[in-house]
């Protein structure tokens, strides 16, 4: 009995951690969003970070390839996270729960694609691939 509270107890506090990574938080330096992605490997990270350098309002943005965590500082003023999730989707992955543009997917190199580095493929916002 103890054990299945201790397990539901774990589920709910993942749950609402994986919740508030979503939602951006108020920094000194503006907003600060953490999004989950499909990429890969270092390539990956460097065509996300590289293309949000050009997306008005981002400051900062960083790619944690181990986690698939995009982090990323802006200026609310000027942009938000969904706009931020979208811009990822159009470079070719998936950002929380929005799909990647499948056109852009395509056109990355094979080691961004599925499958790549032995790993399993990336989670699809709807459950596809």
């Known amino acids: 009995m103890m054990n299945?509270?201790?397990?539901?107890?774990?589920?709910?506090?993942?749950?609402?951690?994986?919740?508030?990574?979503?939602?951006p938080v108020k920094t000194a330096k503006g907003y600060e969003v953490k999004i989950k992605t499909s990429a890969v490997c270092e390539m990956c990270k460097y065509a996300i970070e590289k293309d949000l350098a050009?997306?008005?309002?981002?400051?900062?943005?960083?790619?944690?390839?181990?986690?698939?965590?995009?982090?990323?500082?802006?200026?609310?003023?000027?942009?938000?996270?969904?706009?931020?999730?979208?811009?990822?989707?159009?470079?070719?992955?998936?950002a929380d729960n929005f799909a990647r543009n499948e056109e852009s997917y395509n056109k990355l190199p094979?080691?961004?694609?599925?499958?790549?580095?032995?790993r399993e493929k990336p989670h699809h916002p709807d459950g596809k691939h």
């Open 54 to 94: 050009f997306e008005k309002g981002v400051k900062e943005s960083d790619l944690d390839v181990d986690s698939k965590v995009l982090t990323v500082l802006y200026n609310g003023k000027k942009t938000d996270a969904d706009k931020i999730r979208k811009r990822v989707t159009e470079v070719g992955y998936h």
């Open 4 to 23: 299945k509270i201790i397990i539901t107890l774990s589920l709910i506090a993942s749950c609402l951690v994986a919740s508030a990574q979503d939602q």
């Open 110 to 118: 094979p080691c961004c694609q599925d499958g790549a580095h032995g």
